[in-house]
Nanobody, 117 residues
Framework: QVQLVESGGGSVQAGGSLRLSCAAS????????MRWYRQVPGKERELVAG???????NYEDSVKGRFTISRDDVKNTVYLQMNNLRPEDTAVYYC???????????WGQGTQVTVSS
């Protein structure tokens, strides 16, 4: 059974940092891409960052230069390093992985990030 488990969320003041982790129950080499999304109540889930099997990354404009997505294929974990956090980054952050064979998508349960001004 495929599971993605996020951790690392919490409450920080503006300007602070957090590192989110997404641990997979299977090899993350099965996923292409892996992504981080976020969602606030009443709004659609939005893509924050993505990373391909080959290591190519992409970011939502508002997080460029502040967030970094990375992957550790030995630990089967994807990370989202978030620096210089802003109150508008407050959201539930979700990990997503898409199997590159078959195309099934998998979501984690989410982790809350709260940034106070």
């Amino acid at each position: 059974q495929v599971q993605l488990v996020e951790s690392g969320g919490g409450s920080v003041q503006a300007g602070g940092s957090l590192r989110l982790s997404c641990a997979a129950s299977v090899s993350i080499s099965r996923f292409n891409p892996m992504r981080w999304y976020r969602q606030v109540p009443g709004k659609e889930r939005e893509l924050v960052a993505g990373i391909t099997l080959g290591g190519e990354t992409n970011y939502e404009d508002s997080v460029k230069g502040r967030f970094t997505i990375s992957r550790d294929d030995v630990k089967n974990t994807v990370y989202l390093q978030m620096n210089n956090l802003r109150p508008e980054d407050t959201a539930v952050y979700y990990c997503y992985g898409k199997y590159f064979i078959g195309g099934s998508g998998y979501w984690g349960q989410g982790t809350q990030v709260t940034v106070s001004s």
